[in-house]
C-alpha cells in the first residue's frame, strides 16, 4: 500500500493551468470575461457576480484528472465595487472520488474594472432605430408623450435583449421620436405599442455605418400613428 505522498506522486490530484489569472467586470452591469469576450453576469448583484467569477475562473485555472472531484472552500471578496482593482484569494480543495486523499491550495484571481461594449453603446448613445409616433390627426400632448415613452421603457426593463435601451428621446413638434439601442427589440416593442394604441405601423429599413466587426448596420425608422 502506497503512502500518501507516494499515491500523490503517482496519482497526482490536479494540474495548475495558471495560479493567477485577470478578469474584467464592467463596473456598470456587472458583465464579465475572464480571458475574452464580455458573456454572463449581467444583471447581477456584485456579490452574486463575484461567486460567478470565482467558480468559472478556478475551472480555467485547474485541471482535473476523472478521479478527483474540486470544491471551493473559501475566498475572499470586497462587499461592493469600491476600487477599479482588487484581487480575490481562493482556497480550493481537492480529492479523490474513491480514496481518502486530499490536498488544499489557494488560487488568486485579480478582478479590475472595465466597462464592456454594450455599456459603452449606452454611453456614446448608439441607437439602431428610431421610432416616431404621432397622431393621425393634430398632436401628441404631454401625457400622451410620457405615457408613451414610459411604456417602451418598461418594454425595456423586462426585455433580456441586452440592446433593449433607450438612447435618446426627442420631442418634435407633432409628437416625440424614441431612439432604440437594437433592431429586433425596437421591432418587437414598435408592435406591442402599435397594438397597445390600436395605431397603424409602417417600417423603413436601410443600412447604415459600420459595426465594430466591419459589417454593414441594418437600421430602421418606424413609423406609428395612434388614433
Same mark, same amino acid.
Given at each position: ?23 474584467? $467586470? ?11 469576450? =464580455? ?20 475551472? /480555467? ?13 473559501? =475566498?475572499? !471578496?470586497?462587499?461592493? =465595487? ?10 480550493? %480543495? ?7 486523499? !486530499? %490536498? ?17 453603446? &449606452? %454611453? ?10 404621432? &397622431? ?7 401625457? %400622451?408623450?410620457? /405615457?408613451?415613452?414610459?411604456? $417602451? ?36 416593442? !414598435? ?23 466591419? &459589417? ?12
Amino acid at each position: 500500500m502506497l503512502c500518501v505522498d507516494c499515491f500523490l506522486r503517482k496519482y497526482p490530484l490536479y494540474k495548475i493551468k495558471n495560479r493567477g489569472i485577470k478578469v474584467k $467586470l464592467c463596473p456598470m452591469c456587472h458583465s464579465y470575461a475572464v480571458r475574452r469576450n =464580455f458573456v454572463r453576469g449581467r444583471g447581477l448583484s456584485f456579490s452574486e457576480v463575484t461567486k460567478a467569477i470565482v467558480e468559472d475562473s478556478v475551472n /480555467k485555472m485547474v485541471k482535473l484528472p476523472f478521479y478527483s472531484k474540486l470544491t471551493i472552500v473559501d =475566498f475572499k !471578496a470586497p462587499e461592493s =465595487f469600491m476600487q477599479n482593482r482588487f484581487s480575490i484569494p481562493v482556497i480550493v %480543495e481537492v480529492r479523490h472520488v474513491e480514496e481518502d486523499v !486530499a %490536498e488544499r491550495f489557494t488560487l488568486e484571481i485579480e478582478v479590475y474594472a472595465e466597462k464592456c461594449p454594450l455599456c459603452k453603446r &449606452k %454611453e456614446k448613445g448608439v441607437s439602431e432605430a428610431v421610432i416616431q409616433i404621432r &397622431k393621425e390627426r393634430g398632436r401628441l400632448n404631454a401625457d %400622451e408623450r410620457e /405615457k408613451i415613452v414610459e411604456f $417602451l421603457r418598461e418594454l425595456a426593463r423586462k426585455s433580456r435583449d441586452p440592446k433593449a435601451y433607450i438612447a435618446n428621446v426627442e420631442i418634435t413638434g407633432g409628437g416625440v421620436n424614441v431612439w432604440i439601442g437594437g433592431l429586433k427589440f425596437a421591432e418587437m416593442a !414598435a408592435r406591442v405599442l402599435r397594438k397597445r394604441f390600436h395605431g397603424s405601423m409602417r417600417i423603413f429599413r436601410t443600412f447604415g455605418g459600420l459595426d465594430s466587426s466591419g &459589417k454593414h448596420m441594418l437600421t430602421a425608422s418606424i413609423l406609428i400613428k395612434i388614433p
